[in-house]
């Protein structure tokens, strides 16, 4: 690891008690007074950057811009705890105490009417992706846009994010800035051509010939060549072709793309690609099922894996018929890729049908799809706290099932994406609720409690996990899932000092839990802090339960969420168990 632990030489546990310096208050007003600079051997003053100061008492924070020599101040401050981070444009953003530009930077405690002058913030130029778009014969393609996208974290929403765009110029060039460090997928998209039935027809060399006759003949021209007797011209176009997007280096389908990583103020040049019309597909399938119901059934068409938002380049052309044996289904105009196609009849109990398939050139004819009962999924709402809950506090709430790959729905060409769209259920007042008309699929249960103020879920059961800490995939029925809601947040907090007894300032806390099957992208338990100038530290509603507990002298956003970086942590941390409801004081000394 290139970062230094620090070791821990104690802990002593107490429970959180306010302090006279906690809860004295003045009128008396203080200042932030620092420079800006970039960083490097030969630090540069960074002129006209945003500084802004929020924390205690600030409802709207402060704001002020850096002069010429880089520097600025803020007065008027009360006594608190502040934040001072600064942004301008092709910059990454600032922070005081960051030790890296666009990391997380420390809160600074000020005194009654202290004035502080060393205030110093670095600030980095972001990165930059800039390349040259052609055409397939090889000159400039002007008026292309170009987006960066954002791959996400593993396991995360398999939608690419967007990052950044620009718009080809006379020479086919873009330029792409404000980029934090990271991997992105460069893509391409012709804005000329959107909707499906702007295909282009790739005709055959008979069609052709056949149609060069046809016009010979209208001029009264004797044609020069007549067909054999045995020649015959097809009556379809060999390929239809249209403006799909193109990812970097050249493929027509995200699965293709190759990342681009870009680090700070690091300007990568050269991320050229040719633009080409792309050959699309046409699928058609049939629905089957009882005729009332697949006359009403609805249908959801999206990428499967790593995708665009929808809408993004040609979106296919979706139409149905009535046929004896069901609803046929045609969606004309898709480019290569994995898809799938969702059949979803709201209202009632609900049924549904779902296919994948893989458009790799070629038509596909003969998909198949047979409704089924929707699934249900039951349960109650339970309560543990410091007192009986009042009547009616479940008045009004709700539970819904969202799924993970993205809410929301968007259409055109008659296509629609995204997901069927299932009611939140009501919860009873006696706490019971069934939610029907579900599709399986991964999802996560939200809560809604107008009511239930001071409130909270504490964990949600189903089969013996608790799906508040890991994704719910649906594949049936389910029964007797518990919810337990709590009025009684855990806090955690703290202070670190050092052996000569001075503050551990600006160290970082990571704080994961035991348990390494609940290391992934975006768990509740996997949180961090970082000390203030005085070493004091803060976690508010922590889930019951056994946690490591280590000190960084830096960390990187995201990294907690890496499952081989937690694993190098376990040697130099802490063990730490939290009750439900328990306020605890966890002071830490380091050997430094």
């Given at each position: ?27 008396a007003?203080?200042?932030l ?31 002020t811009i850096t ?8 007065a ?78 593993a ?40 909707a499906?039935?702007?295909d282009a ?15 010979q ?49 690091e300007?990568?040049?050269g ?11 046409t ?79 070629g ?14 999924l ?6 543990e ?56 699929e ?6 809604t ?32 899932v ?15 000092v ?6 551990g ?13 609940l ?61 439900p ?12």
């Open positions: 690891m290139r970062r230094r632990l620090l070791l821990l030489c104690f802990m002593t546990l107490a429970w959180l008690a306010p302090t006279a310096a906690d809860t004295h208050q003045s009128a007003v203080g200042t007074q620092g420079q800006i600079v970039t960083p490097g051997t030969d630090p540069q003053p960074v002129r006209r950057a945003i500084v802004t100061v929020s924390g205690d008492g600030l409802l709207h924070g402060r704001t002069d010429d020599t880089g520097g600025f101040i803020v008027g401050l009360p006594a608190g705890r502040f934040l001072v981070t600064a942004t301008k444009a092709a910059h990454l953003p600032a922070a005081f105490g960051a030790h890296q530009p666009g990391r997380l930077g420390v809160a600074i405690q000020l005194a009654v009417g202290e004035h502080r002058t060393d205030v110093t913030m670095i600030m980095a130029k972001a990165a930059v992706i800039a390349g040259v778009v052609r055409s397939a014969d090889g000159t400039p393609a002007p008026n292309i846009e170009v987006g960066v996208f954002r791959i996400p974290a396991g995360e929403n398999v939608h690419l994010a967007p990052a950044g765009s620009a718009t080809t110029d006379d020479r086919g060039a873009y330029r792409i800035y404000d980029l934090s460090p990271g991997e992105y997928v460069v893509v391409g998209v012709v804005r000329r051509l959107m499906g039935n702007g027809e790739a005709w055959t060399a008979q069609q052709v010939d056949a149609t060069l006759r046809g016009l003949s209208r001029r009264g021209v004797t044609p020069t060549a007549a067909p054999e007797a045995s020649e015959s011209v097809p009556s379809e176009a060999e390929g239809r072709y249209n403006w799909a997007p193109v990812f970097f280096p050249g493929s027509p389908s995200p699965q293709g793309a190759v990342p681009i990583r870009v680090r700070v103020a300007q990568r040049e991320v050229d690609f040719v633009v080409t019309m792309t050959r699309m597909v699928v058609e399938g049939i629905l089957l099922g009882d005729a009332d119901d697949v006359s009403s059934a609805q249908f959801f068409f999206n990428r499967v894996g790593v995708r665009l938002q929808p809408l993004l380049g040609v979106t296919p052309v979706f139409s149905t018929r009535m046929t004896p044996a069901g609803k046929a289904f045609t969606y004309a105009g898709i480019s290569p890729g994995l898809y799938s196609v969702t059949a979803h009849v709201p209202g009632g109990d609900g049924q549904w049908a779902k296919t994948e398939f893989h458009v790799a050139g038509d596909v004819p003969d998909l198949t799809m047979s409704l089924q009962s929707a699934v249900r039951s349960g109650r709402v339970v309560f706290g410091a007192e009986t809950p009042p009547p009616g506090l479940l008045r009004g709430a709700t539970i819904r099932p969202v799924p993970t790959n993205g809410v929301g729905q968007a259409a055109a060409s008659s296509t629609r994406m995204g997901n069927p769209f299932i009611p939140a259920a009501p919860i009873s007042e006696a706490g019971t609720f069934e939610v029907r008309g579900m599709v399986p991964t999802v996560t249960l939200t809560l409690t107008p009511n239930a103020s001071g409130w909270s879920p504490r964990s949600i059961m189903v089969n013996g996990r608790d799906v508040l800490d890991q994704h719910l995939t649906i594949t049936g029925d389910l029964t007797g518990v919810v337990t809601m709590t009025n009684q947040p855990t806090k955690l907090s703290g202070r670190i050092t052996t000569a007894g001075g503050p300032a600006s160290l970082f806390l990571a704080v994961f839990p035991q348990d390494s099957s290391w992934h992208p975006r768990a509740r338990r996997i949180t961090s802090a970082r000390a203030d100038t005085d070493g004091r530290w803060s976690i508010d509603g922590l889930p019951p339960g056994d946690y490591f507990v280590v000190a960084l002298t830096d960390l990187v956003p995201g990294e907690l969420h890496d499952a081989e970086f937690l694993a190098q942590l376990v040697p130099a941390a802490m063990r730490l168990a939290i009750a409801g328990e306020h605890k004081t966890q002071d830490l000394q380091i050997g430094r």
